[in-house]
């Protein structure tokens, strides 16, 4: 018998790659009945596991072909500008998260081209240390 914890990794795969799925086509991949899947789902989301329902935007699509990560690090004093900056720029940012480590903050986002991206360094150097690893290719 498969564990319950198998079956709901399985429903958050689906939904995590097609969120609009109808319940019922859901519940064939799965395996399971049309009302025990949304009851699961109901559970899921009642339990905090599903945060919410979003999309994933395709960058290349409006142009931004420059994909990027950059590791961020500010100074104490200087983080209400780099905060400042990062949300006067989020047209370029996916995503922005807060780390540990030697840097405390990373990014990750696209720009429409190189040129575009070296004037977002030059600016962002001016209150943060930062590195840049290039994206070469997504695998799942």
Do not use: C, W
């Not at 329902?53 to 072909?65: A, C, H, W």
Request: aromatic share 14%.
């Amino acid at each position: 018998m498969v564990d319950d914890i198998d079956i709901d990794i399985k429903i958050l795969r689906l939904l995590k790659y097609n969120s609009k799925i109808v319940v019922r086509h859901l519940a064939r991949k799965i395996h399971l009945s049309a009302p025990a899947t949304a009851e699961r789902i109901k559970r899921l989301k009642e339990q905090g596991v599903i945060k919410r329902y979003t999309i994933t935007v395709n960058p290349e699509k409006l142009g931004y072909t420059r994909p990027f990560f950059i590791r961020i690090n500010t100074a104490y004093l200087q983080e209400r500008q780099y905060l400042h900056f990062i949300n006067n720029n989020q047209k370029y940012i996916l995503h922005h998260y807060r780390t540990t480590g030697n840097f405390n903050y990373m990014l990750e986002g696209s720009f429409r081209n190189t040129y575009e991206f070296n004037l977002f360094l030059d600016k962002l150097e001016v209150f943060a240390k930062y590195e840049v690893i290039d994206i070469l290719d997504e695998k799942f």
